[in-house]
Nanobody, 124 residues
Framework: QVQLVESGGGLVQPGGSLRLSCAAS????????MYWVRQAPGKGLEWVSA????????YYADSVQGRFTIARDNAKITVDLQMNSLKPEDTAVYYC?????????????????WGQGTQVTVSS
């Protein structure tokens, strides 16, 4: 069956870094756009970043542009999110998601598969 398993979350001080990883299985990973989505306490889902099937095109929300980097490895069937210069407002549960669409989609509820999420807390 389809699985997306996130790891790498935790507690970090403001200005620190974390690297999230998502391991995929059960579907043709290289045919799917991959996304990171987050949900802060008491708020809705927020699209964070996306990467196309080949990994050559990446996209970021304005709130994380210049601080976060998404990358995928189609051989290892993983997608990572490197998060630098973290801020308290980055505190959220971060989800990995997969979408079979052929172009960028930021309507997160349309994604095909989701992981269970990993908590990121930025606090001193």
């Amino acid at each position: 069956q389809v699985q997306l398993v996130e790891s790498g979350g935790g507690l970090v001080q403001p200005g620190g870094s974390l690297r999230l990883s998502c391991a995929a299985s059960g579907f043709t990973f290289s045919s799917y756009w991959m996304y990171w989505v987050r949900q802060a306490p008491g708020k809705g889902l927020e699209w964070v970043s996306a990467i196309n099937t080949g990994g050559g095109n990446t996209y970021y929300a304005d709130s994380v542009q210049g601080r976060f980097t998404i990358a995928r490895d189609n051989a290892k069937i993983t997608v990572d999110l490197q998060m630098n210069s973290l801020k308290p407002e980055d505190t959220a549960v971060y989800y990995c998601a997969a979408d079979r669409g052929s172009s960028l989609r930021t309507a997160v509820h349309e994604y095909d598969y989701w992981g269970q999420g990993t908590q990121v807390t930025v606090s001193s």
